[in-house]
């Protein structure tokens, strides 16, 4: 698997729940490796109108952790 995993995985809060938006291959990768913590990046759902068609995310306030 080519997924690089060195870029966090984009997450946003829904319902109690972290939604997947971009990284699932990612986090498949990580955890066939035996990984246990990952980096994720939360992205607030305010700022969801701000992620480009071409999935680059331009001037967003984002949390890493």
């Known amino acids: 698997m080519q997924s690089d995993i060195t870029y966090p995985i984009d997450v946003m809060a829904n319902k109690d ?3 997947i938006l971009d ?3 990612r986090l498949v990768k990580c955890k066939l490796l035996g990984m246990n913590k990952v980096k994720v ?3 607030p759902r305010s700022e969801i109108p701000n992620i480009s068609k071409k999935g680059k995310i331009d001037n967003m306030n ?3 952790k």
């Open 62 to 64: 984002v949390n890493s």
């Open 41 to 43: 990046r939360i992205i």
């Open 17 to 19: 729940r972290l939604v």
């Open 23 to 25: 990284g699932l291959h």
